[in-house]
């Protein structure tokens, strides 16, 4: 049957337990749990082969704007009340902790994980932090052994700078240091950092940023060098950048924004400057406007975005054209999440 003449798609199950709006997603555990943050700052765990929550508390008490997961017992949570925290929780760790959902009345003094990290930053922004690996020891920036570090635990956190909201700071865990400071572009008026991404390599760092002029730019960090500087820039957008989402292969990414452009730039290996006259590779009038919560599916295959016309896009990541709207909201859509595709099993 044709594309056009398929049925609206339905959902295959909704979960129900929150009270404020979803923020923030996240599958687990290989795609055992999906991790739900909504906008007063509760955190669902959900059983995905029972449909059922395995643990709730409430990591902040404003709205989260990021999550994450980091190694088999590490969650990351990013709230409006200028918090950051890295939790102590693994699957084992059920048993113990509530359940009560937050439309159930869950308790305020419930049962939370151990604390192992809290770092203060901006959240003026309302952007979402964002986290990569860390190959190197972040006081003399030398490759570090595997056999000797903590890994999976060493990570960078970046985050818009707490000084100024038109920079970037980096963190380095545990140590909790902040090891570096982007400052604004001063040859582009670029406003507020609004979307991040960092990504790490054993001899490089690449940072992607997306501001409220529209702009766009990729940072470049070089070992043993240790410095910073701007590879690539472009203003695709008219409106802020929303969100942005490198590709599972690390050689491109997009961005998009309030205005209804999704656009495709360019991730080269290469440390130098990308000619300033360089285009994006791709741009594409969605005729949506207000997309954010962008991501691309592991595979590369496709990507999706949440709307303030309470829908999820679909998109092909090849051809960048529509492939699915699913309609079931009744207000704006906040974010997406997609399971990893050929994740290894696991037991519930």
Not at 100 to 114: Q, R, S
Request: with cysteine; hydrophobic share 35%; proline share 7%.
């Amino acid at each position: 049957m044709p594309p056009e003449r398929l049925p609206p798609a339905q959902p295959a199950y909704v979960l129900r337990g929150h009270t404020s709006q979803v923020h923030a997603l996240c599958f687990a555990h290989n795609n055992s749990r999906l991790f739900t943050g909504d906008a007063d700052g509760w955190l669902v765990s959900w059983s995905l082969a029972y449909k059922r929550p395995t643990v709730v508390w409430r990591p902040h008490n404003s709205t989260i704007l990021g999550l994450s997961v980091s190694g088999a017992d590490r969650v990351i949570t990013h709230g409006r009340d200028s918090k950051l925290l890295v939790w102590k929780f693994a699957i084992e760790d059920e048993e113990s902790l509530d359940k009560i959902l937050p439309v159930d009345n869950a308790p305020e003094n419930c049962k939370k994980p151990e604390i192992l990290h809290e770092l203060t930053v901006n959240t003026l922004n309302f952007c979402s932090f964002a986290w990569c690996r860390d190959y190197h020891d972040a006081n003399t920036s030398q490759q570090i052994p595997s056999s000797q570090k903590g890994h999976p635990y060493d990570i960078l956190i970046s985050v818009p700078s707490a000084l100024n909201s038109d920079g970037i700071d980096i963190f380095q865990l545990p140590s909790e240091k902040r090891t570096t400071t982007i400052p604004a572009d001063k040859t582009l008026k670029t406003g507020m950092v609004m979307a991040l991404a960092i990504h790490s390599q054993p001899s490089k760092l690449r940072l992607l940023a997306g501001y409220e002029s529209g702009h766009t730019i990729v940072y470049g960090h070089s070992r043993p060098e240790n410095k910073w500087q701007k590879l690539y820039s472009a203003q695709s957008h008219s409106q802020p950048v929303l969100s942005l989402a490198p590709s599972p292969a690390f050689d491109y990414y997009l961005t998009s924004a309030a205005d209804a452009l999704i656009a495709k730039h360019p991730l080269l290996s290469t440390d130098t400057a990308v000619d300033p006259a360089t285009k994006p590779l791709q741009l594409s009038d969605t005729k949506h406007a207000g997309q954010q919560g962008l991501r691309i599916r592991s595979d590369g295959k496709i990507y999706a975005t949440a709307g303030w016309d309470a829908r999820v896009h679909v998109y092909s990541a090849k051809t960048m054209k529509e492939l699915a709207v699913l309609k079931w909201h009744k207000e704006g859509c906040y974010a997406t999440a997609f399971a990893e595709i050929n994740a290894p099993a696991a037991d519930d």
